[in-house]
T-cell receptor, first 110, second 113 residues
Framework: EDQVTQSPEALRLQEGESSSLNCSYT??????LFWYRQDPGKGPEFLFT???AGEEKEKERLKATLTKKESFLHITAPKPEDSATYLC???????????FGKGTKLTVNP | NAGVTQTPKFRILKIGQSMTLQCTQD?????MYWYRQDPGMGLKLIYY???????DKGEVPNGYNVSRSTTEDFPLRLELAAPSQTSVYFC????????????FGPGTRLTVT
């Protein structure tokens, strides 16, 4: 069964304290991995797509990386406005349906 | 360009009532999706559509129905609402066979009492 597992479930950081979020998967056939940010009471907002192992994408303080078994979302010198739940998702099998992880809730304290 | 819009934002239903959640996208995307999100459970796919007139079940379709008569609209129908359908519902769309990223609407928070 295709699965996407995110860790940790919750992470508290001080402003400026860098860290990483993990997304591991057991989906057969890597066809892409998506990262989303979700603020309370809002829909997920697309951040990155990674298509192949070794690929990296960056946006402001966020950098996403991908290996054959997992993806990391690195947050460098985070600010309070980076507080959100971060979701990763992968296509299921050969379909367009996405399997989502349960997310990591990030809190950045000033 | 509004993206994906959903109405209503909030709704309270009594057990056994019915309602339709509306979803519209203005990006000319072929693919559209309905998800529900429960606390601590992640997003679960209810139904999806690959184009007008074509729909298929997702992971949790029971108690729901959909139709897709136009590219822009993908309404979700709840018949005989049950407390287990209390959730936040998100509609999303994507360009098509890719895979491509999905773009989400703001959600509808539904409570069934």
């Amino acid at each position: 069964e295709d699965q996407v597992t995110q860790s940790p479930e919750a992470l508290r950081l001080q402003e400026g304290e860098s860290s990483s979020l993990n997304c591991s998967y057991t989906v057969s056939g890597l066809r892409g991995l998506f990262w989303y940010r979700q603020d309370p009471g809002k829909g997920p907002e697309f951040l990155f797509t990674l298509y192949s192992a070794g690929e990296e994408k960056e946006k402001e303080r966020l950098k996403a990386t991908l290996t054959k078994k997992e993806s990391f979302l690195h947050i460098t010198a985070p600010k309070p406005e980076d507080s959100a739940t971060y979701l990763c998702a992968m296509p299921q099998g050969g379909s367009e349906k996405l399997v989502f992880g349960k997310g990591t809730k990030l809190t950045v304290n000033p | 360009n509004a993206g994906v819009t959903q109405t209503p934002k909030f709704r309270i239903l009594k057990i056994g009532q019915s309602m339709t959640l509306q979803c519209t996208q203005d990006m000319n995307h072929n693919y559209m999706y309905w998800y529900r999100q429960d606390p601590g459970m992640g997003l679960k796919l209810i139904y999806y559509s690959v184009g007008a007139g074509i729909t298929d079940k997702g992971e949790v379709p029971n108690g729901y129905n959909v139709s897709r008569s136009t590219t822009e609209d993908f309404p979700l129908r709840l018949e005989l609402a049950a407390p287990s359908q209390t959730s936040v519902y998100f509609c999303a769309s994507s360009k098509g066979q890719g895979p491509y990223e999905q773009y989400f609407g703001p959600g509808t928070r539904l409570t069934v009492t």
